[in-house]
């Protein structure tokens, strides 16, 4: 195997290869004692071609023939602690869960880490997810990192993440990357809860009765990406390059737009979900300035876990900066709570 693979992106691959999956399939022949003509494969996809899917299992490899598959689905890491679905992954299973909620445009392997790039947009979208063994020594890996970021015109940029209670300058990745003169941004929040405490979590008190300028009179949620939803993004986003936003904004296995409107029709509020490996990912809430306080990122965020229930997901994940109060406020206020948090270190320029 090449110690750097590429690999596509996009919605329209099914799950990816190293992804935990369940696939159901026709049996042959009947089970002799049940009857049934169905059954399931659970463990992660190694590999999967026109002919057959590859599942490790905890018995074994089971190799299935497309012929016989009926229904292929991504499901999310095993749980690694005893606990509620949202605080049973560990650190690495939910780095890995994120990954295609805010999917880059292009993707390679390097061992277990997978790099991103997405013409700059974004640090999620541009920066390497480094989740397990690279497959060589920190800093071959890290040469690797700079030699594929630099063949497309960016900066190298890690995501190292850890425990609540650990520091990020331990992590080997980061002693290394820190040592080579990367700068660390803000370390970034993971923060989680039960889809149904949110979509049934009260909105909060407004002062002022119900037609004070920027109240939210209803949330459109749908599938499409509108221009409105768009350029209210635009409104506080850099978006160097539309096409790549939307690819991004786009990418997920599914994903739903939420706008919020004031009693006039204009925007005052957005968020967006994505769906992937059975959880439901929170991302670019925003609410205009004259809006704030009443009630719109509450009305948004409901409407969004009502989406991510409806479509099966257990569990939401959210990112925000460390040093964003009133954020934190916000999402903790609603039942959100801290999973772990990542630091990203990328190389500036000159």
Known sequence: MR????????????PRVGSRVVVRHRLERPDLLTGATLTDVVGELVASDAEALLVRTRRGEVRVPRPLVTVVKEVPPAPSRRGAPHRALSVEGLQRVMVEAWPAVETARLGDWLLRASGGFTHRANSVVTVGSPGMPVPDALDAVERWYAARGLPPDVTVAVPLEADVHDDPVAVEALARGWAPRVPTLTLTAPTRLLAHHPRPDR???PHRVG?????????ELTPQWFEAFRSYRTVDDEAVARAVLTGSPAQVFATARDEGGRVVGIGRLAVAAAWGGVAAMWVAPDARRRGVASAVLAALAGAAGRAGA????????????AALRLFEGHGFERHHAYVNLRRLAG
């Open 314 to 325: 257990a569990s939401v994940h959210l990112q925000t900066d460390s040093d964003n109060t």
């Open 215 to 223: 109240d939210v009179q209803g949330v459109e949620v749908g599938g």
């Open 207 to 209: 002062p002022g009765g």
């Open 3 to 14: 110690a750097m693979d590429d690999e596509a992106a996009g919605p329209d691959r099914g």
